[in-house]
């Protein structure tokens, strides 16, 4: 059965490049969702994530670099 | 009928690279009452046809802004004689820093609106306002390249059918095109889609035609072969993962070493990225490291496997296009000239023995 109202099953979360400062954090804290290349930028530019697992990942980066995007 | 109207029948899209459809923007600026900057910096390498619009069809300019926009911004390179004629005209000049990313969309709007001459993240068209880095709210604004702009004004003028008259049905209305390296006659050339190849080229008097760049850093380039086979338009350029973009075309002769010449250019590339997106930062100058090793003859295999890999990563990870146009730029080159690649992986350059030959 489901519910009248639910929230989104996921959630959208893009990279912002200029404030991205390669702190790393979302690669650990992603079980592996997020890849970083060589010089520790990662390699997605967005995920797509339950959104509970999304809200951490966004509190998590020192940078402020991970913003939500609401699904379109 | 309304400007977007006859826009849209006229078919124009920007003449600034991006090949977007005018109207379209125009709408979200109309919707925003946006301002308008009118991009006259010729911001890609090896273009000079905005210079050459402002030089010669300044009043029309000036009528297609005003049909555009209440409030006009002239964005011109500092200490241009394009900044010096908007200047004497009494324009509202934009004066923008002599840098490549500086004259990008989102970097003109952010320097407008107090920032610097760099590239904002953008969620959503900047014709509907927005932030920059900084955080910092930037008013509504519309960008449209200065040939976008008389072209605008011609098609008001004129009406939609005569600019349909030129060009191909897809890519419909005249071009300019820029012309540059080993030709008599260098220089900035009215044509239109559709247009074999070999007409620009003998008209601009190429010789020795070793192969040629289309569209300058962002763009990539045609092997001898094909440039003299092939039509200007972005249908026939698809194939070989081409567009027309700002209508840059440079001849390289054929004596020069393809691999020396793009290392040049990806050595300003590294230069020219704006510093503030990571792999953009980083990569760029990584990458220009290794073409100029391929060029020296001093790139091993495994080292050639690794540009390729950081190649494949920089497009889709910067605030701007810069990295993705880089990334095709050399790309193309190593496509284009595998035979070169392959000698001088070997340790040989193709283009030096050639001429040593020649000389013996
Ligand atoms: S945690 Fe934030 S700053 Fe660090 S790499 Fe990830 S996105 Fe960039
Ligand atoms: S992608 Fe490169 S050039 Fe573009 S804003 Fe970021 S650092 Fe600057």
């Given at each position: 059965m489901r519910r009248a109202r639910r929230e989104a099953e996921v959630a959208e979360v893009i990279v912002d490049r200029v404030a991205c400062t390669a702190h790393g954090v979302c690669a650990v804290m992603s079980d592996g969702a997020v890849e970083l290349d060589e010089f520790g930028?990662?390699?997605?530019?967005r995920l797509t994530l339950p959104p509970e697992e999304a809200r951490v990942l966004v509190e998590a980066c020192p940078a402020r670099a991970l913003l939500f995007r609401r699904p379109t | 009928m309304s400007l977007t109207d006859l826009l849209d029948e006229a078919g124009l899209t920007g003449r600034g690279g991006a090949m977007f459809p005018t109207s379209v923007k125009l709408r979200a600026a109309f919707d925003n009452r946006a301002e308008l900057i009118v991009n006259?910096?010729?911001?890609?390498?090896?273009?000079?046809k905005d210079a050459l619009v402002v030089a010669e069809h300044l009043r029309e300019l000036e009528h297609g802004a005003g049909l555009v926009a209440r409030k006009v911004h002239w964005a011109a390179h500092r200490g241009s004689d394009t900044e010096d004629r908007l200047l004497e005209a009494g324009l509202r000049v934009l004066s923008v820093p002599a840098?490549?990313?500086?004259?990008?969309e989102s970097a003109l709007v952010s320097l407008l609106h107090g920032g610097l001459a760099r590239p904002v993240m953008r969620h959503e068209p900047i014709a509907r306002g927005g932030r920059d880095s900084q955080g910092h709210r930037l008013r509504p604004t519309l960008v449209l390249n200065a040939e976008t702009v008389w072209r605008i004004s011609q098609i008001a003028q004129y009406g939609p059918g005569r600019f349909r008259g030129f060009g191909t049905p897809d890519e419909p209305g005249p071009r300019l095109v820029t012309i540059g390296g080993s030709v008599e006659r260098p220089g900035v050339y009215d044509t239109a889609a559709g247009v074999p190849m070999r007409e620009l080229l003998t008209a601009a008097g190429?010789?020795?035609?070793g192969a040629v760049g289309i569209g300058g850093l962002s763009g990539g380039w045609l092997s001898a072969g094909d440039a003299w086979s092939v039509a200007w338009s972005n249908a026939a350029l698809a194939p070989h993962g081409l567009r027309t973009g700002t209508g840059a075309i440079h001849v390289l002769e054929r004596s020069a070493c393809p691999l020396q010449y793009v290392t040049r250019l990806a050595r300003f590339a590294a230069g020219e990225?704006?510093?503030?997106c990571g792999p953009c930062m980083f990569g760029v100058p990584a990458v220009a490291t290794q073409v100029a090793q391929l060029a020296d003859g001093a790139l091993a295999y495994d080292e050639f496997a690794l540009l390729q890999q950081r190649l494949r990563l920089?497009?889709?990870?910067?605030?701007?296009?810069y990295p993705d146009g880089i990334a095709g730029f050399i790309s193309s080159a190593l496509r284009t000239f595998r035979a070169d690649v392959e000698a001088h992986l070997a340790g040989a350059c193709v283009a030096m023995k050639e001429r040593a030959g020649a000389a013996r």
């Open positions: 930028y990662p390699i997605q530019s | 006259a910096c010729d911001g890609e390498v090896g273009t000079h840098r490549y990313v500086a004259s990008e190429a010789f020795e035609v990225s704006a510093g503030q920089l497009p889709g990870r910067g605030a701007c296009r």
